[in-house]
């Protein structure tokens, strides 16, 4: 039983009469649903989660996960009267410029917010990626502790919205999450049925329990709209006690996750908005605000009205995190004594330092002039920087064997019981196998790199990256350290054809703020592209080829190290490559081998060519100015980009005198090596593109 | 009972043996789920489906598609017994260049295909919408006819694997069709448990049948893998028959679409490869091959043998199509007879023609300076073609309100018993609610317009473009008459902040092949972009703004007709607007007001400048080269772009000398004006450009 006092209680209807001031001030926002969830949110920091608001960082703290990010309000409350630092002025900041309390929740932003949410479904797929990180973590540093005895033993808590639950890359991760027997994952489902359309019943009907019941999950009621305690409203009342009692056996050591559908009406207790779809996403009106203070004793009149007492009252949660906090650290300090390499792992894990000397293990290939495809290189240097940094963890959806995404010699990550015969891995493993499930992928990696230990990848096609998009944009928006690894980047995989045949993607990627996309053009570049990316710890993606591209013998070309700096000169004009160019190629990939040909045939024809490998623009766009104009010599104006793949973007470095050599169409099913021929990538077509640009 | 002579069966074997043929002599491909589909593919074609290989456009044809794409000999095998035109010569020349049968199916390409499948769940998303538009259809054609008595009356039929019901798209379309009581849909679910991974309980243990019914399904389980029959192979027999009474079951009208879970074993019966995961995405092996032959009663020495007696008796199949239409006939006219009318509405829709004059019904807007959203003046303007053009339908991922999608006065298409207080409707209605769900959407509307007689349309914020990405390539790679309405297009729609702010997505869409990006300026814009849109029966996208946009006065400049050609001289240069310009601001949607002040205080500056509204630029790129020049005179290099987004793509227009204004970064949150004054979209801004570029 919660034992809520008459404060906890007035705390609560603080929270909602808050949530409904702080929207009608600034004139818009999401009131409904921050006032009906005022419960259960205090509910979870008051009596429920493990955390202290002194400590936001806290490693054993248990994970919040506000999937109804327009609701942001739910939290922001929450943190305010849990004394995370958010004061009421930063209440009355609401969705203003600079304030600490945007529109939507942002992680890096705001204290206590553990990932930016808004796009519905995000953040519950990517809660399941935390539980999943959670385990893994566990499994690294403190594998033999008894199940809820480890300091690295913490719980992911959800809410989330009738919408969150329409979106497939829920359906994806949820499906994963059951089948992972994640037992340290709680979605509290808000069944408010009310989104932006009014009543859900207009477009979605399904039985979410039984969906769930599916997936593997355990499944809790908790009807709030048809209780019979005399006390309540007659047709609602807040059972916290059955809530509560739903959440804590949720949080028992188990194989399943748990949903708590929790039937509610939006905007409780508003006696006109409540259950109504307008109460979702505007504002409630004055008057309705004052009626609603009325109700509940409150002075209508005032605004953002916090009684002294519930405030002193609400922050002891700081007292009773800050005890949590220390008895953990007991564990945490024994732990550290008994495990004083694994401490040692753990500190500069937490730092998010690399090994020191991790880049020595690379292998290097020799020149060769069949090569091996970028990704079987990948594939290589993933399996030998899987034996030096341990905190690189990663898989594919349903593409292993294609994306080489498996390190050599680990386990998979997976229930024991649920090893294949060409699978072998249990609970704490290593490769990780998504399904078919793209944009789950990439959630499940948002929270993943969000657990804040570990180094996370994931593979498909570069032409689903269509399909994990969201996930792209939300790993670049949260600056986290995950790492794409897309194969098949270009018709040169051949007969798969235009849906599997990426022409658009690159370009598409690049234009996403804040992602690095990295095409590198042989294996050794490859081997520098992922040193790189665990380098600079920012959202990364690389694209590699499906067909062997030649290993560039680098004693007659420039090392590959210059992939570092995002673009090099590989080789400068004359007989000799050492001579200023007259024509620059810029080429990426697989293209870098074509731009390559074609500089032989030029520089037959007496035209000094250089080529510049350009695997990262933005890698590139960082070097100074000095740099810039030593690769891409501003007086040479005849230049070339070659790239399989549409030129928009290219513009601006080839300039006005420039030509692309690109494709401005969908592909098509043939052997890669045709394709390229019929379309117009061949050392001929360069050499005419340079010659128009001279 | 399907009642198979030894000729059907050995026709089926001569499908495992061409699919196993075809995929060894082009050395890659999938051969494993051809051979195993085999029985049901033919089974669908010869006795279960209504469909004329005479002709493929038939009306009243019933759909098949093929959700596992990546399996497409096993619909070209059965095109060729059924004689749809391709022969041997064209399963020999499998995904090679320039041959009727690519990797994946592509529909327009080769006769009888009805959509280009291979991104898993796509096929089967795209089904809903199928079924979808099929009630539509019937309900303006044919409202009053007993169920299954209409000529318009048909089903559709899905092969969906492993893989499609992974993927979320399909989670969120048969959420909708079992919400939508879609009784006219079939889906046999290929339960081969064997994906790229292998054995799918590595990821992928839901129990798929509780979660169909969980949307409302009737799901059927057929397991080929535990048969008892004495006759069969003792552990797997193919009971067509318990096959064939589930089909004929769910083709029966009713509520509910149809799950048909069939248990089989993947290239079976292939003796070494069946069951394996490499039978899946390899070619057998010219050994296993010859082994699967001699088990089959086949030469192992012959390649693409077929018996001329199976062929003759398996394109009788044309006779009886035949037949069916003939008989379908007679009920089309009499009911061409019976609503004359409505069959001339009918021969239109065929036509692919627009009513004559519809353009008159478009609202035309006086000049406002405070003016409308875009997203507002689209409102009215479908509300005007609505009443003029009854093939336009569509609606929302649940923003109908804030997208502007409902046509005034039209009711939902909903069962009838789903109504909501907010919303009224029927089974014909014409407004869809397609709940949170953008990639769905996307699919289902791609599966309406598949259907050849409708124009629909589907909304949702630009920034969640990326949801449904996957559906908008599939869209455009199609050539289908889609349009996506993407309201809220830039940080203009404010306080919602960076998850919700477009920034990449106008430039990231612009890339894809065959999608028109149009983004007009204000609401006469609007109107003539929604003409523009339909007359050219392309995949189109509008970009439009939350906010008010001033309403330009058309008398002062140009009229918005110069839409149609993609970008137009709005006004020119000198105190008059007449002069030839020294600066040219080239900007598009909201921003296109901004260009207009900046251009008065570069005119007081006495910079002659012209100022281009470019809505459309593919649509621009199509004029001659006469019209471009004319536009954007290439003596003039000053120039500027001013977009609220990334720049890529802008340099190629704006050229060494020009200029971009842009956003190179994520939103925040606080209101819109606010946004563009902090991140430089001011006229001031603009200004500076623009005498940068001078």
């Known amino acids: 039983k919660a034992g809520w006092s008459d ?34 949110a205090y509910l979870l920091y008051q009596n429920v989660m493990r955390h202290d608001p002194a400590d936001p960082a806290w490693l054993g703290r248990d994970r919040f996960v506000l999937s109804c990010g327009h609701s942001s309000l739910t939290q ?73 005895e480890s300091p690295f033993d913490h719980h992911v808590w959800v809410l989330a919205s009738d919408g969150d639950l329409m979106e497939g890359v829920s359906s994806e991760a949820c499906s994963l999450a059951g089948h992972q027997e994640l037992g340290n994952l709680t979605v509290v489902y808000d069944a408010n049925q009310i989104s932006i359309e009014d009543d859900t019943d207009i477009s979605f009907s399904e039985d ?55 039937h509610t009406v939006i905007a409780w207790p508003a006696p006109s908005a409540r259950g109504t779809g307008k109460a979702h996403g505007s504002a409630l009106g004055d008057a309705e605000v004052a009626a609603t203070k009325e109700l509940l004793g409150f002075d209508p009149k005032k605004t953002f009205q916090v009684d002294r007492a519930v405030l002193a009252h609400t ?42 000397d991790f880049a020595k293990a690379l292998p290097v290939f020799e020149a060769d002039p069949k090569g091996i495809a970028t990704r079987a290189a990948s594939g290589k240097v993933l399996s030998a920087l899987g034996r030096v940094v341990p905190e690189l963890w990663g898989g594919s959806a349903d593409l292993a064997e294609s994306n080489n995404t498996t390190m050599e010699g680990q386990s998979s990550f997976i229930p024991t019981s649920k090893q294949t015969a060409e699978w072998k891995g249990g609970p704490y493993g290593r490769t990780l196998h998504f399904g078919i499930r793209e944009n789950g992928m990439g959630m499940i990696l948002n929270g993943i790199a969000l657990e804040g230990l570990t180094r996370p990848y994931g593979g498909t096609f570069l032409v689903f990256s269509d399909y994990m998009r969201p996930a792209v944009r939300l790993a670049a928006l949260q600056q986290l350290p995950v790492t794409f690894v897309w194969t098949h980047d270009s018709i040169g995989l051949g007969e798969d054809g235009p849906t599997h045949q990426p022409v658009e ?21 490859t081997a520098e592209a992922w040193a790189e990316i665990l380098r600079r710890r920012r959202t990364a993606g690389l694209a590699l ?33 050492d001579e200023a160019p007259e024509v620059i190629l810029i080429a990426t990939g697989s293209e870098v081998t074509l731009a390559l040909a074609a500089r032989e045939k030029l520089e037959q024809a007496r035209v000094r060519t250089r080529v510049v490998s350009m695997p990262c623009r933005e890698w590139f766009e960082e070097q100074p100015r000095s740099y810039q104009s030593k690769v891409l010599p501003p007086e040479v104006k005849a230049r070339v980009s070659v790239e399989a793949g549409v030129s928009m973007g290219w513009h601006d470095l080839v300039g006005d005198a420039g030509r692309c050599v690109s494709l401005e169409h969908f592909g098509a099913s043939a052997d890669g090596a045709t394709l390229f021929r019929e379309f117009g990538f061949t050392p001929e077509a360069v050499v005419k593109a340079a010659k128009d640009s001279l």
């Open 7 to 40: 404060l906890d209680v007035r705390a609560v209807d603080t929270a909602r009469v808050l949530a409904a001031d702080a929207v009608q001030r600034t004139g818009n926002g999401h009131p409904g649903t921050a006032m009906s969830l005022a419960p259960v």
């Open 76 to 148: 922001y409350v929450q943190l305010y009267l849990s004394g995370y630092g958010l004061e009421l002025d930063d209440l009355k900041a609401l969705r203003t410029w600079g304030s600490l309390t945007p529109g939507h929740p942002e992680v890096h932003h705001t204290k206590g917010i553990e990932i930016t949410t808004g796009p519905l479904g995000s953040g519950l797929a990517s809660a399941v990626g935390m539980a999943m990180a959670q385990r893994r973590q566990r499994g690294m540093l403190d594998p033999d502790a008894k199940a809820g």
């Open 208 to 262: 979410v329990a039984l969906r769930f019941q599916a997936y593997g999950w355990d499944v809790v009621d908790v009807d709030w709209r048809q209780s019979n305690d005399p006390a309540g409203t007659p047709d609602y009342t807040e059972d916290i006690d059955s809530l509560l009692a739903a959440l804590e056996k949720s949080r028992r050591p188990g194989k399943r996750p748990t949903l708590v559908r929790l």
């Open 315 to 356: 922050r002891e949660v700081k007292k009773r995190g800050k005890a949590a906090h220390r008895e953990w650290d007991k564990g945490y300090k024994a732990w550290r004594k008994g495990n004083p390499e694994t401490a040692a792992l753990l500190d500069r894990l937490v730092a998010g330092e690399l090994p020191k």
């Open 505 to 525: 993607q690159v370009a598409s990627l690049r234009a996403i703020p804040q992602l690095d996309m990295v095409r590198p053009a042989d294996a050794n570049e």
């Open 545 to 577: 080829s499906r067909q062997a591209l030649p290993t560039i013998d680098r004693t007659t070309h420039a090392k590959a190290s210059g992939v570092r700096k995002g673009a090099y000169v590989l080789v400068d004009g004359g007989r000799n490559g």
